[in-house]
């Protein structure tokens, strides 16, 4: 019989039926991207749909398909041997999350859609989804980047809701994938709009001893947060690259910070201070700044001396992951060259400038030679 009513009782959604019984209405979980921390969020979302009532147990995850080099297609692999063999090799996902290479077939039954690919797919993955999804459904995005067209930037978060006309929320913090994956304790900071029963819903999914996560009503906030802070660490590795030290790259990220916050204002007046301080702000930036891709990468291309690009080091370094870090920096720098504000942010400036080999890798530190015009405040 059809649900009469429906009601948010604790973290679950009860519906009564006609005759008076009360039912629990589960949700469905979808992950949107299968790379390292697509695996590891599937692998942590897994884990806590078996114990939850209100959610199904299965978790579905969109795979990219590839062959492997064993002619086997990874797909396949994952479903047999419950391993990401390619991108998170060891780890055990849960027997409950299953492997689907065709993105419509992995979304059509999904109450809550986990976005966690590169950010330079998402205007295809959107268009693709368009009329393929349930109308009530949620989403959460956790990737980090922006993209940037004719009228200015815009967030991933946005870009989902525009095009899918959903509601979505983000999750970002300080979390190395391989880290989470063996369970060593790790934060993380879910940003909503208003729906602070849906943000809820997504810490409960997420949270567990080892990864705990709370909520914050700042989505524009959380989401910069974890898009400019792989500027940051691109700065950061060159530094390491270049040996430079301790002291110097303390600097960096202190001025990497700054200017993160200031972008951030400049673009959306609501958002917070308290966010950066907050997982998703100042700590996410340490371990990105410490550890990480982008951080790694950078100091290859230092100690090369620029003289191999970062898409060659790349396809070396990081086995088919994707840097996030080189192409945020050059959306960014689109951002600060139209608005005519290049001059406000000299160490946004300089990661471009140097990542597209205008400057050296030694600029890094040389570009407080030219103080920024308008102080940040």
């Known amino acids: 019989m059809a649900p009469a009513q429906e009601q948010l009782e604790g973290e679950q959604i009860v519906a009564s039926n006609e005759d008076g019984a009360n039912c629990i209405e589960k949700s469905r979980v979808t992950v949107i991207g299968s790379g390292n921390w697509g695996s590891v969020a599937a692998k942590l979302i897994a884990s806590n749909t078996l114990k939850l009532d209100s959610f199904h147990d299965e978790?579905?995850?969109?795979?990219?398909?590839?062959?492997?080099?064993?002619g086997n297609k990874l797909t396949n692999v994952i479903n047999e041997t419950n391993e990401n063999v390619k991108y998170l090799p060891g780890i055990k996902l849960g027997k409950n999350v299953v492997a689907d290479p065709d993105?419509?077939?992995?979304?059509?039954?999904?109450?809550?859609?986990?976005?966690?690919?590169?950010?330079?797919?998402?205007?295809?993955?959107c268009k693709r989804l368009v009329g393929k999804i349930k109308p009530d459904v949620e989403a959460i995005s956790l990737i980090k980047g922006m993209e940037v067209k004719m009228e200015g930037p815009c967030m991933i978060s946005s870009l989902i809701s525009d095009q899918l006309g959903i509601?979505?929320?983000?999750?970002?913090?300080?979390?190395?994938?391989?880290?989470?994956?063996?369970?060593?304790?790790?934060?993380?900071t879910v940003g909503f709009r208003e729906n602070k029963e849906v943000a809820e819903r997504w810490v409960l999914l997420?949270?567990?001893?080892?990864?705990q996560v709370t909520a914050v009503q700042d989505v524009e906030g959380v989401e910069l947060c974890g898009t400019l802070k792989n500027i940051v660490a691109i700065a950061a590795g060159l530094v390491d690259g270049l040996e430079m030290g301790n002291n110097t790259k303390a600097a960096i990220m202190r001025i990497g910070l700054r200017e993160m916050r200031a972008f951030s204002k400049l673009m959306f007046s609501s958002v917070r201070?308290?966010?950066?301080?907050?997982?998703?702000?100042?700590?996410?930036?340490i371990t990105t700044c410490m550890g990480g891709r982008n951080r790694k990468v950078a100091e290859a291309f230092a100690k090369n001396q620029g003289k191999r690009s970062f898409d060659e080091l790349e396809a070396e370094l990081l086995q088919g992951q994707k840097l996030q870090g080189v192409?945020?920096?050059?959306?960014?720098?689109?951002?600060?060259?139209?608005?005519?504000?290049?001059?406000?942010?000299?160490?946004?400036?300089?990661?471009?400038?140097?990542?597209?080999?205008?400057?050296?890798?030694?600029?890094?530190?040389?570009?407080?030679?030219h103080k920024p015009k308008c102080c940040l405040a």
């Open 59 to 70: 978790v579905r995850m969109w795979v990219y398909e590839e062959v492997l080099p064993s």
């Open 167 to 188: 509601n979505c929320c983000v999750l970002m913090g300080a979390n190395i994938a391989n880290e989470i994956a063996v369970e060593k304790f790790s934060e993380a």
């Open 327 to 369: 192409s945020t920096a050059k959306e960014v720098y689109a951002v600060l060259s139209n608005r005519g504000w290049l001059e406000m942010f000299p160490l946004f400036t300089t990661v471009h400038e140097i990542c597209v080999g205008r400057l050296p890798p030694t600029a890094i530190v040389e570009y407080s030679e």
């Open 273 to 285: 201070d308290s966010t950066f301080f907050e997982s998703c702000g100042v700590a996410d930036l």
């Open 103 to 125: 993105l419509e077939n992995a979304v059509k039954d999904a109450t809550m859609l986990v976005f966690v690919t590169p950010h330079q797919f998402m205007d295809a993955i």
């Open 206 to 211: 997420f949270s567990s001893p080892y990864f």
